[in-house]
């Protein structure tokens, strides 16, 4: 038979044990602040699954108005809709998933269509993706700064009479670039 005292450090070796492992599983709320420039307005969710990788899954929907070209040269006043999915898997070489260097490899997916002023929809967009990330996360004092660059590859579709603006049929190859505001805890 078992004594109080075995079970009660046993009990007690559990709960040190689950304690430390909880404050080992990190999260982040972010935001991608230069979105707002571009009518974008998304939030991120990062969770950290062990001590060096984490996921984290950045939804969002696009708005605003644009100047478009029609199908007869024309220049028109579009309203842009649309939303963004970008999920994303990194690993943190220094042990501390959530905070520090950090390499990413994540997708991307936006579709977004323009309608005219009366309404017609002249165009819509779809771009598919992914980009392979170096980043840098800080938390501090509750507070998570995220800045990460790196090469993306996407496959675009347009279709309808609109061009400019949203529906500039840029390459395939580019760069990756931004910084996310946001709380950890």
Known sequence: MISWKTAAVAALTWAAASVTSAQQVTHVA???PLGLFASQYQLGYEHGLNDNFSVQLSAGFMGGSLE???????SVL???????????????????ACEGFYLALAGRYRATKVVDGDGDEVGDRT?????????FQRLSDGYAVDFFLGPQYKTVDTSGNASGGSFINDDNVGVRFGVNLGFGW
């Open 30 to 32: 972010k935001t991608n």
């Open 68 to 74: 478009i070209e029609d199908g007869s040269s024309n």
């Open 78 to 96: 579009g309203q842009r809709s649309g939303f963004i999915a970008i999920p994303e898997g990194r690993w943190y070489p220094g042990a501390s």
């Open 127 to 135: 771009a598919v993706g992914g980009a392979l990330l170096l980043g």
